[in-house]
């Protein structure tokens, strides 16, 4: 068996050998990643319930403090750049991932005309929603163990319409840096059932910050435009409270008042 695939290894093209052993590589470092899972949940089941808050935000700070030190700056700075030129921005994030995937889009949203969230329940429609996707454009990618198969497949399929694309993934061994131009990994170490997702989303939170700091006169005229709009269509009217500490006005949540 081993002799046969080693005579298909040898038949592939350089690009297929490249693809095939980073495949075996992701075979080898997820498998590792389910079984540490696996004594997680063993481990967890011991845990007093009163030391559960301690323990996880404890291991959050940790995930944070580890991606601090591994972030590579120059592929930050790659996104960073890959982002401001594109034409239209795709952001695609599938189950755990979709939360990562909508808040990166909104802010986004703010920043730049064309932000377009790939929503999803099928390939196909993520190939619909990607028609148009071309090498001016770029796609930004976000899954962590257990990674979604669509969010690789829309990797892919940008990938071959040569469009710039972005992974925020949890290590290099991740598929989708298969077909990513560049990567930025954040710790996501699964605690029971639950996906910790606070580094990628702080690490997200830099990459918008980054950009709000490039694009400032953009920004700044986005909310102004934004609060004039407030304003006058009173979005906010009957939607938002006063802090407890402040004096409550009423008026503004209860119809009946609003005209006495």
């Known amino acids: 068996m081993a002799q046969k695939e080693e005579g298909l290894f040898a038949r592939l093209s350089p690009r297929g050998r490249a693809i095939r052993k980073k495949q075996q590589e992701v075979d080898a470092y997820v498998g590792a990643r389910m079984a540490a899972a696996r004594e997680v949940d063993l481990s967890y089941g011991k845990i007093p319930q009163d030391k559960v808050v301690d323990m996880v935000l404890a291991s959050d700070m940790e995930r944070i403090r580890l991606t601090l030190e591994s972030t590579d700056r120059q592929a930050f700075r790659m996104a960073v750049d890959m982002i401001l030129r594109a034409r239209t921005i795709y952001v695609a994030g599938i189950r755990s991932c979709a ?3 909508s808040f990166l889009a909104f802010y986004l949203h703010q920043i730049f005309r064309d932000v ?11 190939f619909e929603q990607l028609i148009r996707i071309g090498e001016e454009d770029v796609l930004i990618g976000i899954s962590f163990p257990r990674y979604s198969m669509r969010t690789l497949k829309a990797m892919e399929f940008a990938d071959t319409r040569k469009a710039g694309t972005i992974s925020i993934t949890d290590s290099d061994h ?12 954040a710790k996501s170490d699964m605690a029971s059932i639950v996906d910790s997702l606070v580094a990628p989303l ?7 910050v980054a950009l709000c700091m490039n694009r400032q006169k953009e920004v700044s005229r986005y909310l102004k435009e934004d609060d004039a709009i407030w304003e006058e ?21 209860d119809p009946e008042k609003e005209h006495p």
């Open 233 to 253: 269509y009173q979005v906010y009217r009957r939607d938002e409270l006063n802090r407890a500490d402040e004096e409550a006005n009423m008026s503004l949540i």
């Open 116 to 126: 377009r969230l790939i929503t999803t329940n099928s390939t196909e429609e993520i």
């Open 99 to 101: 939360p990562l995937a």
């Open 174 to 185: 991740s598929p989708l840096t298969l077909y990513s131009s560049c990567h930025l990994t």
């Open 202 to 208: 702080s690490l997200i939170n830099a990459l918008i």
